[in-house]
């Protein structure tokens, strides 16, 4: 059984860094996207990231030059480095992915809390 855990969140005060790591276990074939997703209270789940397997990578417009995505193919897991980071960036933040066969994984998330 696949199941993705992800790590690295916490409390950060603003302009602070961190970095998220999203790890699989189990078997997972042909993974072509991975992906980092957020939901902040009261909000949809939106997408934050996303990197294919050629490593061409997407972000949503608030975090640009703000966040990195990466990923480690050998160890099916990806990275997400947040700096300069702002309240608003505030939520629990899901990673995703996606095989070519179009089947998605989700972890159960990690929060990110942001505040003085």
């Known amino acids: 059984q696949v199941q993705l855990v992800e790590s690295g969140g916490g409390l950060v005060q603003p302009g602070g860094s961190l970095r998220l790591s999203c790890a699989a276990s189990?078997?997972?074939?042909?993974?072509?996207?991975m992906a980092w997703y957020r939901q902040a209270p009261g909000k949809e789940r939106e997408l934050v990231a996303r990197?294919?397997?050629?490593?061409?990578?997407n972000y949503a417009d608030s975090v640009k030059g703000r966040f990195t995505i990466s990923r480690d193919n050998a160890k099916n897991t990806v990275y997400l480095q947040m700096n300069s980071l702002k309240p608003e960036d505030t939520a629990v933040y899901y990673c995703?992915?996606?095989?070519?066969?179009?089947?998605?994984?989700w972890g159960k998330g990690t929060l990110v809390t942001v505040s003085s």
């Open positions: 995703k992915y996606t095989t070519y066969g179009r089947t998605d994984y």
């Open positions: 189990g078997s997972i074939l042909s993974i072509y996207s």
């Open positions: 990197i294919t397997n050629g490593g061409s990578t």
